[in-house]
């Protein structure tokens, strides 16, 4: 199979169609290896047009919401970025093309140990990533440019507000364990403005500050 063929036919038919428009995005997008992120099994599929089972009950994101959430965030290249929910590592290995350094957390060990030798194997030195419960996010490294979390949580925690920068942007599923909607979260000195982007349907953010497993 070509994947190089079939990562050009993603961003134009699934990213680029439904209005990512950043440029760099989907650059990135038309680079990252998403195939190398999959089990063995299912890299026919890596660029089909939704999420898939990677194992421990989690996915690798539909290629379309993981562009539209890193173009949410409006990186620049000189970002310090937190990801919560690790997964595959696809989604960080895309914000790693895009900002300084990514700060990763992923809460399931077997997955946090296949995404980060996958992420050496292909090169990606400025990732660095522990596993602990994403919802306290990582204080003694914040705070943060710019917050993504890749699991659904049914309120927006508070910590992860307070580790951002003023002027930093939150980008998150909230809502109903099986419904949500993806919300965009700009802190400022006098508090937060919320913007909503589109409904969309995550695994549960699993932690104290989200949902019980």
């Not at 970025?81 to 350094?101: H, W």
């Amino acid at each position: 199979m070509d994947f190089e063929k079939e990562r050009s036919r993603m961003v134009e038919e699934q990213i680029a169609f439904r209005g990512v428009t950043d440029p760099r995005v989907l650059a990135v997008m038309g680079k990252v290896p998403r195939h190398e992120f999959m089990p063995e099994a299912l890299r026919a599929q890596a660029y089909g047009d939704h999420a898939m089972p990677i194992g421990e009950g989690q996915t690798i994101s539909q290629p379309y919401i993981v562009a539209l959430m890193t173009e949410l965030l409006e990186l620049k290249g000189d970002e310090r970025v937190l990801e919560i929910g690790t997964g595959s590592g696809y989604q960080a290995a895309v914000l790693a093309e895009l900002c300084q350094k990514v700060f990763t957390i992923e809460r399931v060990k077997t997955l946090a140990d296949k995404a980060r030798a996958t992420l050496d194997r292909l090169g990606y030195k400025n990732v660095v990533m522990k596993v602990y419960d994403g919802t306290y996010g990582w204080k003694e490294m914040s705070p943060f440019d710019a917050i993504i979390v890749t699991a659904a949580a049914p309120d927006v925690p508070d910590t992860l507000v307070e580790q951002l920068k003023d002027g930093g942007r939150l980008v998150i599923p909230v809502g109903e364990r099986y419904s949500q909607l993806l919300l965009k979260i700009i802190k400022s000195p006098s508090g937060t403005v919320t913007k909503t982007s589109i409904p969309c349907i995550f695994v549960p953010l699993i932690g104290a500050k989200g949902w019980r497993e």
